[in-house]
């Protein structure tokens, strides 16, 4: 399997498109930075036939430490999430 990287995606992009790579880069750091935005604002993006980001919380809650057993307590945190479109789902 292979990574596909930002720098990758960048090339890929502009050799498609026949964008500098600066360009590309400009804009793909802008579409990142508006997802990262909305979805902390506490809004979903949806992009139609990829997916849905959004933001997920979730409550502190009661843990053990692996190494003693000791009880501990796991902060609350949040992360962003993504769903993929039914379109890039695989059956199977």
Not at 8 to 31: M, N, P, R, S, Y
Not at 34 to 60: C, L, P, Q
Request: aromatic fraction near 4%; glycine fraction near 10%; charge should be neutral.
């Amino acid at each position: 399997m292979t990574r596909l990287t930002k720098l990758t995606l960048i090339a890929q992009v502009a050799e498609a498109t026949g964008f500098h790579k600066d360009q590309v880069d400009a804009v793909l750091d802008e579409a990142l930075a508006a997802i990262v935005e909305t979805t902390g604002a506490g809004h979903e993006v949806s992009i139609k036939g990829f997916g849905a980001f959004e933001r997920r919380s979730r409550g502190s809650r009661a843990g053990r430490n692996p190494q003693t057993g000791e009880a501990i307590e796991i902060r609350a945190s949040s992360t962003l999430a993504f769903r993929a479109s039914p379109a890039l789902r695989e059956e199977g």
